[in-house]
């Protein structure tokens, strides 16, 4: 027999519990704007996996539900929409039509997505997952990009490309506050929950953090040109990024040490996520367990 552990994962700003059944069940997706292809690869870059293909241009943003083994995808321009499949590609359904969508989030204990739209809507909004009851939530924005949702703080967060802004509000669209501005061409995000901190990248090359709340802001690289998706590993102390203008996927250490080259060669990979399950735990043995017992037995006389 076997222990399963419980692992907590932020995944592009949402926050999952896996369980694993196998050692090598952690994996990289990314999709690619100019092919239109969604991937995947073992951590360290190595068995990379096209698993969507054959779409039209302009695939965007992807997020993971582990507990369903699916997998939800955006897709801006006139004739956008958002998608869903099984982790493996299989299974592809379009959800909503008509959309030029580009960040995605899930709620997955709701059943809901949340999608920024660029299309000259410049809107935030959400429905269940099969794409039933949309609501529009934020308008009036500047080129909404990445979006990263904390549940159990009832709050969203997103960037303005254009607009050079962080903003928060809660999850049915009150109460929106600039977290931060000024700031140069922001393009994504993603939420260490348990240390308050909001990652995201600028497409000038720069990946950064703050406080949930602006302060502390803190530049961690430089020479990322065409930042663009990025995802944390808490668990093991790492973040994930696509640097599109160089065609590569990265990761580093959470200060921005460390950095390392995992995938290259690719065209204009765009939105980063991540399965993250530890490897099974084997029970103690039986005669471990009986001389715990019988010790203990012996110290309570």
């Known amino acids: 027999m076997s222990i399963s552990i419980p692992v907590t994962i ?44 054959g779409q039209p241009f302009g695939v965007t ?31 592809q359904q379009t959800l909503v039509g008509q959309v030029s969508a580009f960040g995605i989030a899930l709620d997955t204990a709701a059943g809901q997505m949340y999608w920024t739209d660029t ?5 935030i909004r959400r429905s269940n997952f099969d794409g039933t009851a949309q ?14 949702l904390d549940i159990n703080s009832n709050k969203m967060y997103w960037v303005n490309q254009f607009g050079g802004t962080l903003s928060s509000a809660n999850l049915d669209g009150t109460g929106q506050n600039i977290i931060l501005s000024g700031l140069t061409e922001p393009t994504n995000l993603a939420l260490d929950i348990a240390a308050d901190k909001i990652y995201f990248t600028d497409f000038q090359g720069l990946i950064e953090r ?16 065409g930042a663009e998706g990025i995802a944390l590993d808490i668990e093991d102390g790492k973040m994930y990024w696509a640097a599109s203008g160089q065609g590569s996927l990265r990761r580093a250490n959470l200060d921005g040490t ?21 490897a099974q735990v084997p029970e103690p043995p039986s005669f471990a367990v009986v001389l715990i017992g019988l010790l203990g037995f012996c110290l309570m006389r």
């Open 61 to 91: 943003g992807i997020a993971l539900d582990i507990p369903a083994s699916q997998m939800y995808w955006s897709r801006q321009g006139s004739d956008g929409n958002i998608q869903r499949a099984n982790l493996d590609g299989a299974g």
């Open 10 to 53: 932020i995944l592009s700003g949402s926050l999952f519990v896996g369980m694993s059944g196998q050692a090598d069940a952690s994996f990289i997706y990314w999709t690619d704007q100019n092919t239109s292809e969604i991937s995947r690869a073992n951590l360290d870059g190595s068995n990379q996996q096209t698993l969507v293909s």
């Open 119 to 123: 299309g000259g809507i410049n809107d």
């Open 210 to 225: 703050a406080n949930f709340d602006g302060s502390g802001l803190e530049t961690l690289l430089t020479g990322q040109f």
């Open 135 to 148: 609501q529009v939530l934020v308008t009036g924005q500047n080129a909404p990009a990445g979006i990263a």
């Open 258 to 278: 460390g950095v390392e080259t995992l995938v290259t060669g690719l065209s204009d990979p765009l939105g980063v996520a991540l399965q993250i399950e530890l």
